[in-house]
């Protein structure tokens, strides 16, 4: 059985970045091919798209942002956004334009790497996912969920997810937290956001709250899986959901927000 390259467009139009970056890839085992112009490298995605697309912000021809909504009108290839300002990052996740995933320059190509590497194994996961969402909360039956090799069960009545077959023992808000996150793997999801899924009746609970949850989901999934760690902290904008198949030794893919 011949195996098939997993292809990685290079939309940069720095040539030292895009070489460095090209040379990660092969490195990794993919096979990457460099397009400097953004009009050039839509008409080419049009006529065959690869595995991944690593994205630029700033480039001739077509800007990032334009591409990748163009891109999304036709195909769900995933894409990793680089830009050269932290700030832009908000902006653009304001902007809904439908990256998977963001990195500010400079970065560190095997961080680049990880980042890849995880959402490869995410969008080929997808299917089993999309087939196993949960529905509406008012479900009374076990909703098996597969991530990779690592399954789960959400049980809506008794506030209870399944790790392998093992009850995690949540409070009410770490079983919504948890289960929100579930339904939306690979996401990105700022405190805010988070808190507006976990507090009820508008109680005057800080945003900070959401770390406390957080610290306290890995430790009891830490207990069923003792390397797992699904929620990863993206530095200044939130967290993010990467299934149970997500170890501590990938940790480098996030960045850990500071209290």
């Known amino acids: 059985m011949t195996h098939t390259p997993t292809d990685i ?22 096979q990457p091919q460099i397009i400097a112009n953004g009009r050039i490298a839509l008409e080419h995605i049009q006529r065959q798209a690869p595995d991944l697309i690593v994205l630029d912000l700033m ?13 999304r009108e036709f195909s769900q290839v995933p894409i990793i956004m680089v830009t050269a300002k932290v700030e832009e990052i908000d902006r653009l996740l304001g902007l809904e334009i439908g990256a998977d995933d963001y990195l500010c320059k400079p970065f560190s190509p095997r961080e680049l790497m990880a ?3 995880v959402i490869l194994r995410r969008s080929q996961n997808v299917a089993q996912v999309d087939e196993a969402t949960l529905s509406s909360a008012d479900s009374s039956t076990h909703k098996p969920i597969n991530h990779s090799k690592v399954s789960a069960q959400v049980d809506v009545e008794g506030f209870k997810i399944y790790v392998h077959q093992q009850a995690l023992e949540l409070t009410r808000s770490e079983f919504v937290l948890l289960r929100h996150f579930i339904e939306h793997p690979g996401q990105v999801f700022s405190r805010s ?13 800080t945003d900070r709250a ?6 306290n989901l890995r430790k009891k999934i830490n207990q069923v899986l003792p390397d797992c760690n699904p929620i990863h902290a993206i530095y200044g904008l939130g967290y993010r959901f990467d299934g149970f198949d997500s170890f501590k030794d990938i940790e480098t893919s996030a960045t850990k927000l500071s209290n």
């Open 193 to 205: 956001q988070l808190l507006d899924f976990v507090v009820q009746d508008n109680l005057d609970v």
């Open 59 to 71: 480039l001739p021809g077509l800007d990032g942002i334009s591409l990748c909504r163009a891109v």
């Open 9 to 30: 467009l290079i939309i940069e139009d720095e040539p030292d970045l895009a070489s460095l970056i090209a040379d990660y890839a092969t490195a990794s085992g993919y």
């Open 115 to 117: 980042r890849i590497k």
């Open 210 to 215: 959401i770390d406390s949850h957080i610290k």
